[in-house]
């Protein structure tokens, strides 16, 4: 007799550009800026777009701008785009938004791949290293070596305590982990009064989880200040992207 069929296990991108970019200082909030006649939030959709894995995105956009990424999806043909919400006040609270509507629409089982809208560079490769970790460990999280000395610091001027740097692994997104476990975290933070975490790595650790790691690289920086503009324009004319 035939088993019944498993249904198939779905590969979402929520893609958060709910930031207003103060470390930029431009007049648009960093993820809407125009790099060679295309905002750098295109960019990020783009890669997921190509992906052959990921089937569905859902954007998570600053409420004001939500019209708008949705005329870019329109007029970029982002044929995966499923929803543009409107985000919270800090990434967490944005990423708490796009959780209410995934439980709505998607499975337990499905594989959520959490992103920041201003890493426009991410590979098809980071993003299948992604989804291999999840399958394999329960979780992945992108990141990068530390290649400077790092120091401790309690003031931000001085120092007495070296950090030693193969203990520390630079962090980026995706940040990937199932439908599942992203409701479960989210519940266990209500449970301990966590109200707050810089980012989904961050929290699972805060809920007592271990992260694993998956090898990102150096092309994908977050855009942070003006200088990183100049930098992501260096690497459309490198990969031949502009
Ligand atoms: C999630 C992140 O990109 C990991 O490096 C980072 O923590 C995001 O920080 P932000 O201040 O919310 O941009």
Redesign the pocket.
């Known amino acids: 007799m035939d088993s019944p069929e498993e249904p198939a296990v779905r590969v979402v991108a929520l893609v958060l550009a709910g930031?207003v970019g103060a470390r930029m200082r431009g007049p648009v909030p960093k993820q809407f800026l125009v790099v060679r006649n295309k905002p750098v939030l295109v960019y990020t959709l783009e890669a997921f777009q190509r992906a052959v894995a990921v089937e569905d995105i859902i954007v998570v956009s600053l409420p004001e701008w939500t019209g708008i990424v949705e005329q870019y999806v329109k007029d970029c043909g982002l044929t995966k785009v499923r929803a543009v919400l409107p985000g919270g006040a800090s990434?967490f609270e944005s990423i708490r938004c796009g959780l209410r509507y995934l439980e709505k629409q998607y499975s337990p089982e499905d594989i959520i791949l959490i992103h920041?809208g201003?890493?426009p560079l991410l590979t098809e490769e980071v993003i299948n290293a992604n989804i291999a970790g999840v399958e394999k460990y329960g979780n992945a999280v992108t990141v990068v070596p530390a290649t400077e000395a790092l120091l401790h610091t309690d003031d931000g001027e001085s120092s007495s305590r070296v950090v030693e740097r193969s203990h520390v692994m630079?962090?980026?997104?995706p940040?990937s982990l199932r439908l599942r476990d992203l409701s479960l975290i989210h519940r266990q933070a209500d449970e301990m009064g966590i109200h707050d975490s810089?980012?989904?790595?961050?929290l699972l650790i805060e809920t007592g989880h271990v992260v694993h790691a998956v090898a990102g690289d150096n092309s994908n920086f977050?855009l942070?200040s003006p200088e990183d503009v100049a930098l992501f324009e260096a690497y459309l004319d490198a990969k031949g992207m502009s």
């Open positions: 930031g990434g920041d201003v890493r630079r962090t980026q997104t940040q810089v980012a989904t790595c961050t977050k942070t």
